[in-house]
């Protein structure tokens, strides 16, 4: 994070965001506040355009960087204006929205780190049915880039346009991947019971996400419907290499949990034949070795959201029930910073050739 | 709840709470101070004893019946002052200690609520296996009636020891029964995810259950090893009619909500046949539509553990996914009142000749 | 609370609620379900006209009385038709929209308990200055209880309209009256610090009570300029027999719990001469003696939210700093039941001749 | 916060950490985790010693400097070796404890900031009546440096022990000292009303702090006896240049909030001349101009804990009640951070000679 006198070389260079004011353009705020190599110099929101970023977040204040990024004001989302001062323009506007200004922008040369889902599902009727919208830049569906950085790194690192993952697939496919490549598990019987905080809900007005209606109380919703499945079945199928036309279909389903931040996922899965925790252990650690923002938890140790509050990490605990021969994989990250906008800055790092976790937190605020 | 001017018809029975200082002591305590025809005239401690109910809870003072009920000393914990009282005699306590003073109060010809786990499992060698201690009552074992009323409710009305069920498996149990005495569902795919209030935990101090460990985070727990898990095989084993020595393991594993009350639990099972979301539906509808305490929510209608807090009702939520042939079954209870003590009560009731559901709660506290 | 086999001797009196939906309404419905004497038999809501009961408030469901209660069809607010079905309306709406309804009703020949601010303030002036509106119905102002039993207890009982105190004067003028009536304290140099649960501010949909914006936070609102303050200052003028055009005016100043209930009043005071503690108790618990639903806490003993969760009961803890020659004054309530709902329903057990604490919670909900 | 990358140039100055198990050794933890120009060399605790930090803090793992510092085994606390190995101690110790500790550290030649109360008080007298303990090393005592930067930034350069002031008096000592600097208020009617999250009560195991005890509750504490009291005091009269034996006594209360982190302050003042709220705010602006860790936030708005959460800052709101010629101060600090190992770091850096904010976090994390 920030810190008063951290030294800064300039220039940094030039970003813009597109969508200010929900929670993940509050939490994109938050880390390029403290980030060395870029500077935001574009923030735009259709309600709030004409106040300075002070106004929106009174911490943007006082005598130093914090201050001076407070009084950028707030504009109209102009893909003109943002072409002329920023050479990456993060989207955090809901899908739709973004598949049209991304276009604009990018024809204008700008690079895009988009985090809606509108370029993360490869298939065009895929996303038309789970989105119930027309595609309508379907070949920058093609070239778009899905911003996982343990997959796609050296893809990311030349892409003019990165689709961000969704908060529920990152923990997902990450606690899937060792699994899935090395053939431990079966396909075809595939759980995932995922809960997340609710500012993965968003930052509407909306009487479902009043303190009132979430606190003290636990609820599933969107049970079999969520939009994140098809890209889990996505990249959770390449990575089992299936066949095409035989994409892994798997059991994915959502809880609201009454806590800010962070997703949990309980991962159940049948081992395709018996191992050992300790030999699961080694295929999963060997596969993160070289991760700088995966952990794999040591022999018998489970995650907790806490661990990972405001940080990029992804930990990932590991359960064999021998009786049954099963394992059970824990995955958690937080929500904002891994699944939403810090994983965004990471893409925007390697698309702009800064060093990859540059500016990104890692020490959790706790408690 | 009591009402301050609520009829009592004189003599309402007398009964006796070891171990009242617990999360189930209090809510004992709570429900018996609206009961219309319990008295509670024993409350022990061993820590508390020679203080006054209203010294340990502040709001059982004033003029009415909660002073009244204030008033009591609570005492150490002793058998023969306890049968020379009561009539019954609720347990509060760790199983262990329950086995014993269980045994010492029925030979005293006092009918006994033990909500500890010493009476639940039939199979001693379970017990002791999965409890690591021995079981000193092997005879009363056999004698105890396991007290969910969905499924024991004559026996219940005639033990003499009633095996309060554990939180987790009321609740999941409740949830499975339609399925398996219809046959809907595969007994070999059986996954419970499993989510409980911390009041689950007790009332210990403990660091793990302080507020700044639990709250706004979230994390899985005990997972293959939780002590319910055979509790919960046994009772479903007999609802599926399994032949002896093939009964049903399932995997059962639980996480720690930051909430103080509630079970929510999300059972992934499969289907035996294709089946329609309205047809499980219609088998749970009549399966407890003579159940006073068991709601089937309407199709499509997901349970919050809000809807139930403080009473005693299990609410049910079904969700078909016919993409996988899999059927999920959502099921939420208040973990104190109908996990733990209001279900004793209910117990109480039946032994006692009592309506069912006197003096149990039924309207939730919301928001 | 209700119970399900709570024994109903018919008939039970006739009941309406105008407005639902909200925390008021929704809380009036929590107590009405378990009255033994009171019967709702209309429930309007604007939005929610054509849906029943349980559509809104799922635990309104199953075979029992809360099922019946599930039942009944929201409608629109008719005055007429209200008045052809109710002996009495509980009006659950907005200042401004009560008076409207509530003079309808009046001249319709029905009782009415106003759970807004409209009748609260005597003069009409006030009122119009503090809520920026025009009061359009000035004999009914005159007319108004206000529904504080244990200052107004038989106005109440033959009243025609109850303006029924808010939720911060409630907890506010129980704490002051003593020291008031008894000349305990200065009247120049009262602070009232008073903190809220959420359900305070309504149940309408907007950002600043989201989850994410409430929980692990607290602050301050509306300091020097809640509407509050004219109503408390009302009162306890009253109370301190201060000379027309010399009422007290006393700093209030509120802020905002991450909790669903309750309300903590901190009120400082300077006492008018040296007192122990002991002495300042013994005018507590003398003033309050009979009273069912004030408790003066033993010495030394600060009351909690917790304590009250749910129930009308209104606790009062006491502190006198001997060195500065303050007492400080600590009153707790349940901002929705003692606060609004709860104390509703007890105007109307008055206005019906129904005992005063008829159908009304007592032991809270803990943990 | 630290960044994976973050460009250290070595070497960074060695410290130590006597108790690194309660909430402020872990926060501790996690400054030191990021801050550029120190480097935590010792870690001790009697009950952990032999453990990696790793295994206490899980975070503390990976490939990178987090992984590293994970590495540190545990101790026990021993000054000899504390000596060897550091320039610097942090005691997160008990009161007494501390200043055994600090006397031996400091006669082998270390610098000591100290988070206990051991040497906050001037006068023995007062420290040993408010701390019921006989203080042993009373030359100490009148050489520590009250470390509050704001106060004391010049003396603390130099110094060898600092004591690091408590998070109460911070944030009140902060929210006063511009008015009573310049004379605006009455020093004779000061009422604090401080609310603080539960870390404040550290890490011990107990009954009251579980978080079924905490959530969803409010009570207050310690009235009129909390031990910050006399801090406070001292520091105030010394602003306010109050005579010897003439020194402002004051009201503090304190009350627990259901959250982790942060404290907010009401102050309740009395206006010596009618003054607007604009003339009070200007006194303010300028009295911390140049400060860079105190906020003075912009007329009308009011501070929340969550602006400050995680971080340094001292939000200051104000508020002018004309009516009744009061000012009304708000100030709001994270209470482990800015209130406790934040603002020992920034100590340290002075001591040590490093730029006063180096390592220190700014941003909040929100929601």
């Given at each position: 994070m920030p810190t008063i006198n951290a030294q800064r070389i300039p220039p940094r260079i030039p970003v813009g965001?597109?969508?200010?004011?929900?929670?993940?353009?509050?939490?994109?705020?938050?880390?390029?506040?403290?980030?060395?190599?870029?500077?935001?110099?574009?923030?735009?929101?259709?309600?709030?355009?004409?106040?300075?970023?002070?106004?929106?977040?009174?911490?943007?204040?006082?005598?130093?960087?914090?201050?001076?990024?407070?009084?950028?004001?707030?504009?109209?989302?102009?893909?003109?204006?943002?072409?002329?001062?920023c050479q990456l323009v993060f989207l955090a506007v809901p899908h739709k929205t973004a598949q049209e200004i991304a276009a604009k922008l990018i024809a204008l040369g700008v690079k895009v780190v988009d985090l809606s889902a509108d370029f993360r599902l490869r298939d065009k009727a895929t996303y038309e049915h789970w989105y119930a919208t027309p595609h309508t830049e379907?070949?920058?569906?093609?070239?778009?880039?899905?911003g996982l950085p343990e997959l796609y790194r050296a893809q990311m690192a030349t892409a003019r346009l990165i689709a961000n993952p969704g908060c529920y697939p990152?923990?997902?496919?990450l606690g899937l991947a060792p699994a899935l490549e090395s053939g431990l598990i079966h396909t075809d019987d595939i759980v995932i019971d995922a809960k997340s905080g609710t500012s993965g809900a968003g930052r509407k007005a909306g009487v479902g996400t009043l303190f009132c209606?979430?606190?003290?109380?636990?609820?599933?919703?969107?049970l079999t419907k969520h939009r994140h499945t098809p890209e889990i079945e996505q990249e959770v199928s390449l990575l089992a290499g299936a066949?095409?036309?035989?994409?892994?279909?798997?059991?994915?389903?959502?809880?609201?949990?009454?806590?800010?931040?962070?997703?949990?996922?309980?991962?159940?899965?049948r081992l395709s034949k018996p191992m050992s925790l300790k030999d699961v252990h080694a295929v999963y650690a060997e596969r993160y070795k070289d991760e700088p923002l995966v952990r794999v938890l040591p022999l018998g140790a489970l995650p907790e959201t806490r661990?990972?509050?405001?940080?990029?990490?992804?930990?990932?605990?590991?359960?064999?029930?021998?009786?049954?021969?099963?394992?059970?994989?824990?995955?958690?990250?937080?929500?904002?910073?891994?699944?939403?906008?810090?994983?965004?800055?990471?893409?925007?790092?390697l698309m702009l050739g800064l060093p990859e976790t540059q500016g990104l937190p890692t020490a959790p605020l706790m408690p």
């Open positions: 965001l597109v969508g200010v004011t929900g929670y993940t353009g509050m939490e994109l705020t938050r880390i390029l506040a403290g980030h060395p190599g870029l500077e935001l110099v574009r923030a735009t929101s259709r309600s709030e355009a004409g106040r300075t970023l002070a106004e929106l977040y009174p911490y943007l204040s006082g005598p130093g960087d914090l201050g001076r990024m407070g009084a950028l004001t707030v504009t109209q989302p102009d893909p003109a204006d943002l072409a002329s001062a379907p070949s920058l569906l093609a070239e778009a880039v899905y990152t923990s997902s496919i209606e979430v606190s003290d109380t636990f609820r599933a919703y969107n066949a095409p036309g035989k994409g892994i279909a798997l059991s994915f389903n959502t809880h609201l949990l009454p806590i800010s931040r962070g997703i949990l996922s309980t991962i159940y899965t661990w990972v509050r405001g940080t990029m990490f992804c930990d990932i605990g590991l359960c064999v029930d021998e009786r049954l021969g099963r394992l059970i994989i824990l995955s958690a990250i937080d929500n904002l910073c891994r699944g939403a906008s810090g994983q965004a800055v990471l893409g925007a790092n």
